[in-house]
């Protein structure tokens, strides 16, 4: 069955043919690690599970590589502002390392709590220093960079166009700049490949331009070409890096080597709070951990996620969550009735499953419709029989999912006893409204291996993922 991707490049929706049809390689902008990463960041990370989990389930074999940002992403994206890093280890009083270690650590720990997938290759950008001093030095020799007092330029006039992916208009750009103008620049849409650093830097390297670190575009373009080859298949990447960090990817790849690093580029829409923007200011910008500090299954997220087509901007709300986590119950329950279900199927039956089955993956072969895909999905866990064979539907299903749809029961049959009395004691705090004895207690209860549910029945308790 043909895949169909929405390809940013070419605006519309393609027939997906891989370039190499034993191996599908992809590229997926990783995160910069210095701070949490964000329930948004997730939804970016749960629509490339999706395409990695939608391409198994076509029959590809996959190599897939992420990046870990651990220098060169300035503030502004662009080449005004401090380093993202180096800024979080002055604030925190910690070294950029201890910073970069200890959110790469979170990140993952979000993955498997969300059961996204791991990437067949993790490449930390401070560990491929070398490719990417070897890709500029290139292209200074080609004649595609030059040299100012401040960085190494890529000068955007040396191509046949610019940009190609976005639509920014740089004439406009170049107009209304309220940006301050670097008389040095060649062109005001040149981007910085190498910065030379300031004397008390933290992060720096020996390079024939004196002490300097890369610029945040050239570290994919370098670990991308290291590990996937001049040109690979798919790039992949929320909608915020279309105009600057994935427009200038293309611009390196071009002057470097004369392609489009990858065919089909997939960005994944924005997640919302409230209809608005997420930010630390507004106190909005919830993680995994507030999720399953609520009570809720991190999973409740990835199935609220497949409400909403991953091109559209998907709106969070706590309510909408709790219906998720509804949803996630009877999802897993209704697998455990059809598992032992001993209903006869006739060949009626069979033939609907069947059509089931067909129409699911059809929907996730459109452009990952995972809205269109969840109804049948619902079609089989309600169907009017219950058996094995739906079980194992649901099942299949649940590869691209990954809803851990087969978990096992989320009633605690054995309760050991130091917890009982926890819970009961929770429950006297939360009479006498004594909130934070409450929370207290939650976390002791966390620490011991169970999450607890505040239900409208009362306490409810459930093992953790692990
Ligand atoms: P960062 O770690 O800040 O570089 O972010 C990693 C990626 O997460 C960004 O490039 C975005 O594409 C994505 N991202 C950030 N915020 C959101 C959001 N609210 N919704 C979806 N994706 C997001
Ligand atoms: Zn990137």
């Given at each position: 069955?043909?895949?169909?991707?929405?390809?940013?490049l070419?605006?519309?929706?393609?027939?997906?043919?891989?370039?190499?049809?034993?191996?599908?390689?992809?590229?997926s902008?990783g995160?910069?690690?210095?701070?949490?990463?964000?329930?948004?960041?997730?939804?970016?990370?749960?629509?490339?599970?999706?395409?990695?989990?939608?391409?198994?389930?076509?029959?590809?074999?996959?190599?897939?590589?992420?990046n870990?940002?651990?220098?060169g992403?300035?503030?502004?994206?662009?080449?005004?502002g401090?380093?993202?890093?180096?800024?979080?280890?002055?604030?925190?009083?910690?070294?950029?390392?201890?910073?970069?270690?200890?959110?790469?650590?979170?990140?993952?720990?979000d993955?498997?709590?969300?059961?996204?997938?791991?990437?067949?290759?993790?490449?930390?950008?401070?560990?491929?220093?070398?490719?990417?001093?070897?890709?500029?030095?290139?292209?200074v020799?080609?004649?595609?960079?030059?040299?100012?007092?401040?960085?190494?330029?890529?000068?955007?006039?040396k191509?046949?166009?610019?940009?190609?992916?976005?639509?920014?208009d740089?004439?406009k750009?170049?107009?209304?700049?309220?940006?301050?103008?670097?008389?040095?620049?060649?062109?005001p849409?040149?981007?910085?490949?190498?910065?030379?650093?300031?004397?008390?830097?933290?992060?720096k390297?020996?390079?024939?331009?004196?002490?300097s670190?890369?610029?945040?575009?050239?570290?994919?373009?370098?670990?991308?070409?290291?590990?996937?080859?001049?040109?690979?298949?798919i790039?992949?990447?929320?909608?915020?890096?279309?105009?600057?960090h994935?427009?200038?990817?293309?611009?390196?790849?071009k002057?470097?080597?004369?392609?489009?690093?990858?065919?089909?580029?997939?960005?994944?829409?924005?997640?919302?709070?409230?209809?608005?923007?997420?930010?630390?200011?507004?106190?909005?910008?919830?993680?995994?951990?507030?999720?399953?500090?609520?009570?809720?299954?991190?999973?409740?997220?990835?199935?609220?996620?497949y409400?909403?087509?991953?091109?559209n901007?998907?709106?969070?709300?706590?309510?909408?969550?709790?219906a998720?986590?509804?949803?996630?119950?009877?999802?897993?329950?209704?697998?455990?009735t059809?598992?032992?279900?001993?209903?006869?199927?006739?060949?009626?039956?069979?033939?609907?499953?069947?059509?089931?089955?067909?129409?699911?993956?059809k929907?996730?072969?459109?452009?990952?419709?995972?809205p269109?895909?969840?109804?049948?999905?619902?079609e089989?866990?309600k169907?009017?029989?219950?058996?094995?064979?739906?079980?194992?539907?649901?099942?299949?299903?649940?590869?691209?999912?990954?809803?851990?749809?087969?978990?096992?029961?989320?009633?605690?049959?054995?309760?050991?006893?130091?917890?009982?009395?926890l819970?009961?004691?929770?429950?006297?705090?939360?009479?006498?409204?004594?909130?934070?004895?409450?929370?207290?207690?939650?976390d002791?209860?966390?620490?011991?291996?169970?999450i607890?549910?505040?239900?409208?029945e009362?306490?409810?308790?459930?093992?953790?993922?692990?």
């Amino acid at each position: 069955m043909d895949i169909n991707l929405y390809n940013t490049l070419t605006k519309r929706k393609e027939k997906f043919e891989p370039i190499n049809s034993k191996e599908v390689r992809i590229y997926s902008c990783g995160p910069t690690v210095y701070k949490d990463a964000t329930i948004g960041n997730m939804r970016t990370n749960i629509f490339q599970d999706v395409l990695r989990r939608t391409l198994k389930y076509n029959g590809y074999k996959l190599k897939h590589a992420m990046n870990i940002t651990d220098v060169g992403h300035l503030v502004s994206d662009g080449d005004d502002g401090e380093d993202k890093m180096l800024k979080s280890a002055r604030e925190e009083k910690k070294t950029p390392l201890q910073i970069a270690e200890h959110y790469t650590k979170l990140f993952f720990q979000d993955l498997e709590e969300l059961n996204i997938e791991t990437p067949e290759i993790i490449c930390k950008a401070t560990e491929h220093i070398n490719e990417m001093l070897e890709y500029v030095k290139k292209l200074v020799e080609s004649g595609y960079a030059y040299e100012t007092s401040t960085a190494i330029y890529f000068d955007i006039s040396k191509l046949d166009k610019y940009p190609i992916l976005s639509n920014i208009d740089i004439e406009k750009q170049k107009a209304g700049a309220r940006v301050e103008v670097d008389e040095e620049k060649r062109n005001p849409s040149d981007f910085a490949l190498w910065i030379k650093a300031p004397e008390n830097h933290l992060m720096k390297w020996d390079s024939p331009w004196g002490p300097s670190y890369p610029g945040w575009h050239i570290e994919c373009s370098a670990m991308g070409q290291k590990y996937l080859g001049e040109q690979f298949d798919i790039h992949t990447g929320g909608i915020d890096l279309i105009p600057t960090h994935h427009e200038n990817e293309i611009a390196q790849s071009k002057g470097k080597c004369g392609k489009i690093p990858a065919k089909y580029w997939l960005h994944g829409e924005y997640l919302l709070i409230d209809g608005g923007k997420m930010s630390k200011s507004l106190g909005n910008a919830y993680l995994i951990k507030d999720i399953k500090e609520k009570g809720y299954d991190p999973i409740s997220y990835k199935l609220f996620s497949y409400s909403c087509h991953y091109r559209n901007k998907l709106n969070f709300t706590w309510e909408a969550i709790e219906a998720s986590s509804k949803s996630l119950e009877k999802l897993r329950n209704s697998y455990k009735t059809n598992l032992n279900g001993k209903d006869e199927l006739t060949k009626e039956n069979l033939e609907k499953l069947q059509q089931i089955e067909e129409n699911f993956h059809k929907a996730i072969n459109d452009d990952l419709n995972m809205p269109l895909a969840m109804s049948f999905v619902w079609e089989a866990a309600k169907f009017e029989k219950k058996n094995k064979e739906i079980a194992n539907l649901l099942e299949k299903f649940d590869t691209v999912l990954g809803i851990k749809i087969n978990k096992a029961d989320s009633e605690i049959e054995e309760i050991n006893e130091e917890v009982k009395e926890l819970l009961e004691k929770r429950r006297i705090a939360r009479e006498n409204k004594d909130w934070s004895k409450s929370d207290e207690i939650r976390d002791i209860i966390n620490q011991k291996g169970y999450i607890v549910k505040d239900t409208k029945e009362g306490q409810k308790l459930e093992k953790l993922n692990k």
